[in-house]
């Protein structure tokens, strides 16, 4: 590894430039694992890191991609070892320092999750964005959100996030409601589990917010923000919880304290980038066993990492659907 190819990010005035550049390993941040990466993905955090004002990188430049799958070469940690099989998400990765989309990486050891019960490629699939999912998802059934309870909510459906939730809240039981502003993605949202497909929330985006709606959700996963979170809240029947984890809605939110007084509702927020290693290592093995995706082969595309900002600007502008797995080694 004395060179190798990285897609770099730089800050040219008011621009975000990217292009392939050649680094060594004297380039790679401080860290007890070197990773030889195989796969990264997109998420919409990718999206704002490619964005003039996007807020979430500290310092250009910076190599994208916000997690990534691939291969211990070498490990000054007794917890891995050459050969190992791994996935890294959260933390700075791709925005404090060096992340996915080139063919090594380097982070310390409490960053790095072993896989068991997944190949690379699938927790790639899986990424950021399903890991996500499995949160909330989990965040539901721990509040005790019966599946007999009534419909659940997933917003945003059609994206990363609100794809694998809807996956996982059926395959664990529940009626999943899918919103989606993509009327297009509506059978593939079946497919994957939907019992019904709706549009955007608030149907009427003019309409003044009420405190409380009538109770129509046992609970939601909010992939959105702004006024669809709002409008879901006031919805939801009582004792019932809603996992929030998305802000392309906008990161204000206008709601009042009724469904939680009245009504005993939760707001439940999933934060996937600070979550301690612990518990990020358990829930990764139930990824690979209990918690699995069903249909990930089918909600799932490919695309070499020279070409990943054609998807990235798709993701921006909320036109891509579902999951994009980055190919790295031997793409550039």
């Not at 993605?185 to 309409?207: H, M, S």
Request: net charge negative; charged share 20%.
């Amino acid at each position: 590894m004395e060179t190798f190819q990285a897609l770099m990010a730089r800050k040219d005035g008011d621009r975000i430039t990217t292009a392939v550049e050649t680094l060594s390993a004297a380039d790679l941040p401080p860290g007890d694992v070197t990773i030889r990466v195989l796969y990264s993905s997109v998420n919409y955090k990718d999206a704002l890191a490619l964005t003039p004002g996007g807020g979430v990188v500290r310092d250009y430049p910076v190599v994208p991609g916000i997690d990534l799958a691939g291969e211990v070469v070498e490990s000054g940690s007794p917890e891995f070892n050459a050969g190992d099989v791994v996935f890294a998400h959260g933390y700075q990765i791709g925005t404090g320092h060096h992340g996915g989309y080139a063919e090594y990486a380097r982070l310390p050891a409490d960053q790095v999750v072993s896989l068991s019960g997944l190949s690379p490629y699938d927790a790639a699939a899986i990424g950021t964005a399903g890991f996500t999912a499995a949160m909330s998802v989990q965040a539901l059934i721990d509040w005790g959100v019966a599946t007999d309870a009534g419909p659940v909510v997933v917003t945003g459906a059609s994206g990363g996030v609100g794809t694998i939730s809807v996956d996982l809240l059926a395959g664990a039981g529940y009626q999943v409601v899918a919103s989606s502003g993509k009327a297009e993605a509506a059978e593939r949202l079946k497919r994957f589990g939907a019992a019904e497909v709706i549009g955007r929330l608030p149907t009427d985006p003019e309409a003044k917010p009420r405190p409380l709606a009538k109770a129509r959700w046992a609970a939601g996963v909010d992939c959105v923000g702004g006024a669809t979170l709002a409008d879901v809240l006031s919805a939801v029947d009582y004792g019932g919880a809603v996992a929030c984890s998305g802000l392309t809605g906008g990161a204000a939110l206008h709601t009042t304290v009724m469904p939680f007084i009245l009504r005993g509702v939760a707001l439940l927020g999933m934060d996937s980038v600070q979550m301690p290693i612990g518990p990020r290592r358990k829930l990764w093995a139930r990824l690979g066993d209990s918690l699995r995706p069903r249909h990930l082969a089918e909600m799932t595309t490919d695309v070499d990492v020279k070409d990943v900002i054609d998807v990235i600007d798709q993701v921006r502008a909320g036109a891509f659907s579902g999951r994009a797995v980055v190919r790295v080694a031997g793409s550039f």
